[in-house]
């Protein structure tokens, strides 16, 4: 299992190292920076350097004519505070750090989706376990998992969720859920997770298979009510640290060029501003196909955890992101649309091509969005 993902993060090396001579002098890093600058400081990365090294800003960053800045407070504290403790512990720096770091943490996850996977399908299934880890580490934005971004420490407690969910341990994935509140904003869909299992286990007790205890039932409850206050959690402590209540959304907001974040409207605008007229029937076309695939029966034969995340998750971005480039990066953490693709491919050379299709995607993103020409690009 490692040995795949170790493959996997040797091939995302090797892209981000040719892309790397590619790139001009940015405000983060000089042209043709080295592995360790452009995998440390790149984008987002920087922010995550300013939180591990000195910590948030008091209160909120504006302008003079009152409007708040792009500031830390966007940005979930686990991961840099995480990147802290080990500079501490080493004496390293952060461009050492922080990508080992992510790193370390693809490794974790991929061990634990392989684990979650063998749980649903059986132990014997190895080629879907080896493939779900495969076709996550070649999947085009995959570099993420070796650079100073937290998706690869959000993997790792999505997959442990989902795998102490399906495992009965409540108050242990209660834990973990309110880590990924931390994490980045996406505890929230586990809401849909922790309804659909109780539903499968509401259904099993009524067909008399299997006794659900009260015990285990206040745990569930207690779990139910944990993966809401995770989604709200960080939002709220913002509001509190900065004595604005609506920090963490007007923050957010500077980040779309607007001083508003308003639910699913996003989707349609920027559907309009790039196809036009098309840009409806196209977007309704997408939505549709998303849907039926979440939905489809090798989904739903995942299992209510599993299941439960894509439905759950793909819904939520739906409802709060605006699309843009960096919705290639979030489709990596629906990780379980990997294991419905490697069950459903029964010709030996589908998962050889998608590996390849992976990579050559993998070089075209990084040089499309991890690389920046200044003075502006598309973020990754």
Do not use: K
Request: glycine share 8%.
């Amino acid at each position: 299992m490692l040995a795949v993902y170790a493959a996997t993060r040797v091939a995302s090396a090797v892209v981000l190292m040719l892309v790397a001579p590619h790139q001009e002098a940015t405000p983060w890093t000089p042209a043709s920076p080295g592995y360790r600058d452009y995998s440390g400081t790149m984008w987002d990365a920087t922010w995550y350097r300013s939180i591990a090294e000195g910590g948030y800003p008091q209160g909120l960053p504006r302008s003079a004519s009152g409007l708040v800045q792009q500031n830390s407070w966007a940005f979930f504290p686990l991961y840099p505070m995480l990147a802290r403790a080990l500079m501490l512990a080493t004496g390293l720096g952060w461009t050492t750090v922080a990508p080992t770091l992510s790193l370390v943490l693809g490794g974790a996850a991929a061990v634990v989706i392989a684990l979650l996977v063998r749980s649903v399908l059986g132990p014997e299934d190895t080629r879907a376990s080896l493939g779900t880890v495969l076709l996550v580490g070649v999947f085009p934005s995959a570099v993420i998992l070796q650079v100073a971004y937290s998706e690869s420490l959000a993997l790792l407690l999505i997959a442990a969720a989902l795998l102490l969910i399906r495992t009965r341990h409540y108050l242990w994935a209660s834990a973990v859920v309110m880590a990924l509140g931390f994490t980045r904003p996406v505890a929230l869909p586990m809401a849909v997770v922790v309804v659909m299992h109780a539903v499968h286990r509401w259904r099993e007790h009524r067909g008399e298979e299997e006794r659900i205890w009260p015990a285990e039932v206040a745990s569930l409850g207690v779990l139910g009510v944990v993966s809401v206050a995770a989604g709200f959690a960080w939002p709220a402590l913002v509001g509190i640290l900065t004595g604005d209540r609506n920090a963490y959304t007007e923050t957010q907001a500077t980040w779309r060029g607007q001083q508003a974040v308003v639910p699913i409207r996003p989707w349609f605008e920027v559907a309009d501003w790039f196809f036009g007229r098309w840009g409806l029937p196209l977007l309704l076309v997408v939505l549709i196909a998303f849907t039926a695939l979440t939905f489809a029966r090798g989904t739903r034969r995942l299992g209510p955890e599993m299941h439960g995340w894509v439905a759950g998750y793909l819904g939520y971005l739906f409802l709060v992101i605006e699309p843009g480039s960096s919705l290639f990066r979030f489709m990596l953490l629906a990780f379980p649309f990997g294991t419905v693709t490697v069950r459903a491919s029964r010709a030996r050379w589908w998962i050889p091509a998608l590996v390849v299709v992976g990579l050559v995607g993998q070089l075209v993103w990084t040089y499309a969005f991890w690389r920046l020409t200044p003075p502006s690009g598309w973020p990754p």
